[in-house]
């Protein structure tokens, strides 16, 4: 596993428009199978529109402590691009606006962003109610200052959604780097010593977990219950809900199905996997994203290709949701991923 | 070089078997889906079964199949060899049981 990102390895795919050329070219282009807007076209999908705003999604940087071999952020620690106090401010101006109930801030490592903790309290004075904090687990044990966050977490209600790939050692290293597992454990343990993840707290803690390799999750609920056994009978560990999400084929994912010539197969099994009932509920259609620098995309996965949203409004500067609603959303192959099977996104399956 | 009889993306065409006989196969894919759903046993419990047999039909594109769907039901590497080891015992075990046959000949034929 390689410990830099593609942006500082200057490998070519680290450009997101030699990712969408990959992802239009081979298959897609001699019509062995289908682009993703023929299949909405033929169950009259076409073109994706959002449903109403519930969730607005902030990238607070791509720095990270980790190396995920999967990352679609391409996120590590010699990311440097990390969400400004203006830009902050121009965030906290719209979600006085927004109709969305939920800020759900992720990155990188969003606490790594220095005014993290800052942007929580003024975005809860703002009216946000509903905080989801999308956590690698490792960086509450990474340096003496983030050993308090369970307690900041707490003290705002944050719903904490934590990267858990496996509830064995070996796995998860394998995806996220040696030692990972033990102090994803020790993390846990420490969010559950302030309640986080028991029963009446009130304190969610929610598992992801993303297959290591290429192929798709399964069953959502079984995977769940073999979690909850195993991490209650190994480290007495508590949670409550786990989400299964499909690695979506760009950034780091997309390099690794290429170089383990499985990039074909994948494509396949994603379309092949395509279900009607998850374009209903995908996320790009009730969450915005917002990137580091501000701009205005339909998903993370369309911020990482560099797809502003096809909107007169495209930046946080000068947020108008009723502009911004009346959009169509932007697509591409790697949309598939959120269409496979059960559906999926950071929420978990969707149909 | 001549090309192999297995081709690994014959897989995904496996469908197709549909098309020159439709009842058939459409009778044979309700079946097989049917089989593996959730029943008395579970469907991780049957994916395990699936695997080990794949090996005994030393069946390549199954073989290829219910790996991948062991990883996507979280089912360790530990878990799938075991299948394996458990297909591989009943099947040297049907060979060595007639070992007693070549006894019993043996017996029957020496003075």
């Given at each position: 596993m390689s410990t830099k990102s593609l942006s500082a390895r200057n490998n070519e795919l680290s450009n997101p428009q030699k990712q969408l050329e990959y992802l239009s070219e081979g298959l897609f282009a001699d019509g062995e199978l289908p682009t993703f807007k023929h299949k909405l076209e033929k169950e009259d999908d076409f073109p994706l529109q959002p449903k109403p705003l519930e969730i607005l999604q902030i990238n607070l940087g791509y720095m990270c402590n980790q190396v995920c071999s999967h990352c679609h952020v391409d996120a590590?620690?010699?990311?440097?691009?990390i969400m400004t106090v203006e830009t902050m401010q121009h965030c906290l101006e719209a979600i006085k606006k927004t109709g969305a109930h939920t800020l759900d801030l992720t990155g990188g490592a969003p606490e790594m962003n220095p005014n993290f903790r800052w942007f929580v309290e003024e975005a809860s004075k703002a009216g946000i109610k509903d905080f989801i904090v999308r956590s690698n687990l490792t960086i509450i044990v990474a340096n003496k200052k983030y050993y308090d966050l369970p307690e900041f977490f707490k003290k705002h209600n944050v719903h904490v959604v934590s990267s858990l790939p496996f509830y064995k050692r070996e796995k998860t290293d394998k995806q996220r780097g040696e030692g990972v597992f033990d102090k994803s454990i020790q993390a846990l343990q420490m969010l559950n010593a302030v309640g986080y993840g028991k029963e009446g707290s009130g304190l969610k803690l929610d598992l992801v977990y993303n297959p290591s390799g290429a192929f798709l999750p399964k069953d959502q609920d079984a995977m769940e219950s073999d979690f909850k056994t195993a991490l209650k009978e190994d480290f007495d560990i508590d949670f409550n809900s786990l989400f299964a999400i499909t690695n979506l084929p760009i950034s780091r994912f997309l390099e690794y199905l290429i170089a383990s010539e499985n990039y074909e197969d994948y494509m396949y099994e994603l379309v092949n996997a395509y279900n009607p009932a998850a374009v209903q509920n995908v996320m790009c259609r009730n969450t915005l994203s917002v990137s580091w620098d501000g701009w205005l995309y339909d998903c993370d996965f369309n911020q990482m290709l560099e797809l502003k949203v096809n909107s007169s409004v495209k930046h946080i500067s000068n947020y108008d949701e009723d502009a911004i609603q009346n959009r169509n959303i932007i697509i591409s192959q790697h949309c598939y991923g959120c269409t496979a099977g059960a559906g999926s996104s950071c929420q978990g399956t969707v149909a | 070089m001549s090309k192999p009889y297995y081709d690994p993306s014959d897989l995904r065409k496996f469908g197709e078997i549909t098309e020159w006989s439709e009842e058939l196969g459409k009778k044979f894919f309700d079946y097989y889906g049917s089989v593996f759903e959730e029943g008395a046993l579970s469907a991780r419990e049957k994916s395990l079964i699936a695997l080990a047999v794949a090996h005994v039909v030393k069946c390549p594109y199954c073989i290829d199949a219910y790996t991948k769907d062991g990883l996507e039901r979280g089912i360790t590497k530990e878990e799938m060899m075991e299948a394996v080891h458990a297909g591989a015992a009943i099947e040297s075990g049907a060979t060595l049981v007639h070992g007693v046959q070549m006894m019993n000949k043996y017996k029957k034929l020496s003075m």
């Open positions: 590590g620690p010699d990311r440097k691009e | -």
